[in-house]
């Protein structure tokens, strides 16, 4: 049975570490080496890429980073800002390894809570919420008939945005997309993520970061910033105004990015997390796509109890309000030194 010692991610190890994401079905974009600069550069929060060997070989990976907060805590997860982390692992002795290193470091920093973010569960003795599902199917290679698979009333929605003449573009940077999504998500009263974030998205992940702008006449209606993964693509950030609800442009938007993942190998359309109970869960079901539960772990450390820092708490219900009547330069101003905080 293989001895395994516990590292850290250097910078001469990313390569490796890489290379083991590719190969371990566990795996996620979400644990690529490359989050450790998005998230200390981008956030300024510090890092522990965690990783088991055992003769020089890699069997299991832990990425973790620590959210401290006056407002909403202090804690340690796998991975903030994220919808997927945990545990990657090819071997349970590995995967044992970097678990109790993280419990011993989240026991040092003395956070309130360590998390792990997993698909799957993991720790039947700590704590969990039913918060969150993911939804994720496979692509057939034929673009046509994934617009079949799509419901009746949903591909209605489709077609209306192809007759409103809509089409698609890839943008070499953010700018577009970043007024589009800004503009969507104060309507919502959420703070918004600071414009050199998504630039560092870009300039970290290359051509895995994908950015598919949908316009009319020259005039962008929306847009969505994609993460591919393997033969996966992953729709994470997008949004737009008014002008894309009255022409169907989101549901467009989708389908351009499921109809031009499958014309180049893509194999499983992820349309990442939504809490229950919401219209985001409620639009991603009328695709025909069916959630799957997340499993989120948590162990209280220094914590009596997990605090609800999510927007269906009704304690933030009066900050939301307040926060759709800022103008919106000042909420883009102002929303990433919130957005940090929160993970």
């Known amino acids: 049975m293989p001895h395994y010692s516990v590292g850290l991610m250097g910078t001469q190890d990313r390569p490796r570490w890489d290379e083991f994401v590719q190969r371990c079905p566990d795996a996620t974009f979400f644990h690529r080496a490359g989050w450790q600069q998005v998230i200390e550069e981008g956030f300024g929060h510090p890092t522990w890429f965690m990783y088991a060997q055992a003769d020089g070989r890699i069997d299991a990976i832990l990425p973790l980073a620590q959210v401290k907060s006056r407002l909403f805590g202090n804690s340690l997860s796998s991975l903030p800002f994220c919808v997927y982390g945990g545990i990657a692992s ?99 009263g959420t703070p918004v993520f600071s414009r050199r974030y998504f630039a560092l ?27 591919c993964f393997r033969d996966e693509i992953l729709p994470y950030y997008g949004g737009g105004g008014q002008l894309a609800r009255k022409l169907a442009g989101n549901d467009f938007m989708y389908w351009e990015v499921m109809r031009r993942a499958c014309t180049r190998n ?18 991603k079901k009328n695709w025909g796509f069916e959630p799957q539960p997340l499993h989120y772990d948590y162990q209280l450390h220094r914590g009596k109890a997990l605090r609800d820092v999510q927007p269906l708490n009704p304690r933030y219900q009066a ?16 929303g990433p030194h919130i957005v940090r905080q929160l993970g």
């Open 90 to 188: 090819l071997h349970p002795d590995a995967a044992a390894a970097v678990d109790l290193a993280a419990q011993q470091l989240a026991a040092r920093l003395q956070v309130d809570h360590l998390e792990y973010r997993h698909v799957r569960p993991t720790h039947a003795d700590w704590l969990h919420r039913k918060l969150y599902a993911t939804f994720r199917r496979p692509l057939h290679a034929d673009p046509e008939r994934n617009l079949l698979a799509i419901p009746r009333k949903q591909r209605a929605m489709v077609r209306k945005g192809m007759a409103a003449g809509l089409i698609s573009t890839l943008d070499v940077d953010t700018s577009r997309f970043f007024d589009c999504y800004a503009d969507s998500v104060h309507r919502l």
């Open 201 to 227: 998205l870009q300039q970290v992940f290359g051509d895995d970061c994908e950015i598919l702008c949908i316009q009319r006449a020259g005039h962008p209606v929306c847009a969505v910033l994609s993460f």
């Open 266 to 283: 893509c194999r499983l359309f992820d349309f990442g997390r939504s809490k229950y109970d919401t219209g985001a869960f409620a639009f």
């Open 319 to 334: 900050f939301i309000k307040a926060w759709r009547m800022l103008p919106l330069p000042l909420a883009n101003v102002l």
